[in-house]
């Protein structure tokens, strides 16, 4: 892989609702330089051209691809987008970003990644919860056994809307999920369960439930849902030694953790006393997500580092989606 320029030139495809937070958060960014913004729609390129005086506008992708000055591009597109996008940069030349999920289906997902070893070019899935800072000091916990040998985790990612006519909760809700329990147990899961229902809208699943085993013999349980009266962004985990619950929805205190579990007591064999200590909220610093992803990337870009969710890891979180979907057509 060639040496980059110390400034990273970029571009964002896609102007609907997240490709603007993408593009502010390079714009500020030190040693990374925003050259390119690109929608179709004429109405979306005029809407943000004032807050990127510094950015191209255009309705080509093309264009984009042609920039032989260009670096790495970020992907903000439709999810069915999303494979063939990557590979045609990749293939250009390009370092990618891409927002989750990788691919619709392993097949391609598999193909982003076979493209972006071909071309010694940088792939990263936008999983953001990866980033957040309370799960990154919520996995530094697990992997110090500070809550023990892990037994379960269950998630709650529910809201009323919004309807999505592409794609079901599974795939738009899930996949935060699947790649958190995926980052904080480290492994692939061997046995894949979904149920479902489609109340809104035909053949699109609203409400989806998923089981998950591990072969390590940890389990998790997803509720995703856009039929529910609560607003929810909710992931408990438990271990042996204690539990945590990161709850993304709360101002402060995101991260807290319970030192409650089952200790055996030694002067009757076989018996177990439960225990109730202390509950508290680690500190994480108050830091946007978004931001330390996209930092993250172009440091990747820059020294040539693997990002933490590459593209092997996204084909995994896409793997586990295929495998729930498969289970929920039944």
Known sequence: MSEPPSTIRV???????????IARNLASMP???????????????AKHARSFPGAEMTPRFADLLADRDLDAVFLATPVSTHADLAVATLEAGKHCFVEKPLATNSEDAERAVATAAAAERILMVGHLLEYHPAVTRLKQMVDAQELGELFYVYGNRLNLGKLRDDENALWSLGAHDVSVVLHLIGEEPDECIAQGASFVRRGIEDVVFCYLRFPSGIVAHLHLSWLDPHKERRLTIVGSKRMATFDDMLIEGKLTLYD???????????????????????????????????????????TGATPRSDGESGLRVVRVLEALQRSLDG
Do not use: Q
């Open 31 to 45: 040693g990374c330089e925003l050259v390119w913004l690109c929608d179709g729609s004429e109405e979306a390129r």
């Open 260 to 302: 409650k579990g089952f200790d055996e007591d030694t002067r009757s064999w076989g018996e177990y006393i439960a225990r109730s200590g202390d509950t508290f909220s680690p500190r994480v610093p108050n830091v946007e997500p978004l931001g330390i992803e996209c930092e993250h990337f172009i440091d990747c870009v820059r």
């Open 11 to 21: 571009g964002v495809v896609g102007l609907g609702y997240w490709g603007p937070n």
